[in-house]
């Protein structure tokens, strides 16, 4: 079993950053494909970053691209997502999860957080 801990949301300006982090415990995530999804009111849930277990290989969203970027401490057992260039779509509870495969699929991952707010003003 993994528990995954999201935190670093909050209020920020259009153009801002902020950056989150997704701590687990439970297991060593070193063997789980990490994934940020996010979730906006009356929305489904949308992919937004993954990164393989190694860290050497990671994917985006198309609405997020250039803009964020995911990363891993294994050693740590940590995740993160630096959003710069914040826009008000954007605003979102974000979500960490784990998956056993590779994927960008919400269907491969088992695990998730609880999520984090994320509002972006404009």
């Known amino acids: 079993q993994v528990q995954l801990v999201e935190s670093g949301g909050g209020l920020v300006q259009a153009g801002g950053s902020l950056r989150l982090s997704c701590a687990a415990s439970?297991?060593?995530?070193?063997?789980?494909?990490m994934g940020w999804f996010r979730q906006a009111p009356g929305k489904e849930r949308e992919f937004v970053a993954a990164i393989n277990w190694s860290g050497g290989i990671t994917y985006y969203g198309d609405s997020v691209k250039g803009r964020f970027t995911i990363s891993r401490d294994n050693a740590k057992n940590t995740v993160y997502l630096q959003m710069n260039s914040l826009k008000p779509e954007d605003t979102a509870v974000y979500y960490c999860?784990?998956?056993?495969?590779?994927?960008?699929?919400?269907?491969?991952?088992?695990?998730w957080g609880q999520g984090t707010q994320v509002t972006v003003s404009s």
């Open positions: 999860a784990a998956a056993r495969t590779t994927s960008i699929a919400t269907k491969e991952y088992d695990y």
């Open positions: 439970g297991r060593t995530l070193n063997r789980y494909t």
